[in-house]
């Protein structure tokens, strides 16, 4: 989207790398062939030095001008935000309000329909044993017609005792029904717990390491002693 009457942000974009690659050319040939060379001696480190900063300058330059041609973007994008942002957050907090609700009333009356399941249940395990025991009679008796009979009930009975889906649901204007769901949430009360459950998981490593180095990039002077890892010392130019 052209939000100004300059040509497209890729274009200007574009051009812009274009006026940086040549000098940038420049500087990564001779930084690469100093950095496969290696340095001898005091003279070509100052001459390394100086490419060093140039490339330094003229990352900083392109880093600007990024910058400058982004900027007007994402402060649209955040205009756009800001304007749209409280009428979906009303919405949200309607929607919140609503469904709350409506759990209120469909717990309720799922808890009315469980209960009307559990006495149809009950009725129909009592049908069963009235049934089973007019069987026992009947064959007693040697009427073997009437057992039948009453032993067909009494399956009827067991077969009729298959919970159903007893959860109440509501449809609105759209396709999809309401209906209470469980779901589960978590909330943080220990944490020492929390990070030995879930020592083994990829991302709690690269959550430590990254505090790890966070610490290091910190410490001034002493190396830092951390727990658990091994620190070492790296030199390099800045």
């Known amino acids: 989207m052209n939000i100004s009457n300059n040509p497209p942000v890729e274009a200007q974009a574009a051009t812009e790398v274009e006026k940086f690659r040549a000098k ?27 490419v060093l900063v140039g490339l330094r300058t003229i990352a900083k330059q392109i880093e600007e001008k990024r910058v400058e041609l982004k900027d007007p973007h994402l ?13 979906l957050e009303s ?23 469980q209960e009307a399941e559990r006495v149809r249940i009950e009725a129909e395990r009592a049908r069963e044993e009235e ?6 009679e009947a064959e007693a008796k040697g009427d ?11 399956a009827e009975a ?11 649901k509501i449809r609105g204007g759209g396709t999809r029904a309401l209906a209470v769901v469980k779901r589960f949430h978590a909330d943080l009360v220990d944490v020492r717990a ?16 990254r505090i790890a180095n966070a610490d290091c ?7 830092p002693t951390i727990p658990g890892f091994k620190i070492t010392e790296v030199e390099e130019v800045r």
């Open 75 to 87: 402060a649209a994008g955040r205009a756009v935000d800001a304007a749209f942002k409280p009428s």
């Open 91 to 113: 919405a949200e907090k309607a929607m919140k309000k609503l469904k709350a609700a409506q759990t209120t009333f469909l717990a309720a009356e799922k808890r009315k329909a």
């Open 217 to 223: 990039r910190a410490a001034k002077g002493e190396m």
């Open 158 to 168: 067991q077969r009729a005792q298959k919970a159903v889906d007893t959860g109440p």
């Open 131 to 136: 049934a089973k025991k007019k069987a026992a």
């Open 194 to 209: 929390a990070v030995v459950h879930y020592v083994d998981h990829p991302d709690v490593a690269d959550l430590v390491i």
């Open 24 to 50: 940038l050319s420049e500087f990564l040939t001779a930084a690469l062939a100093w950095a496969e060379a290696g340095i001898e001696d005091e003279a070509q480190a100052e001459d390394a030095a100086k």
């Open 144 to 154: 073997l017609l009437a057992a039948a009979e009453a032993e067909e009930k009494a």
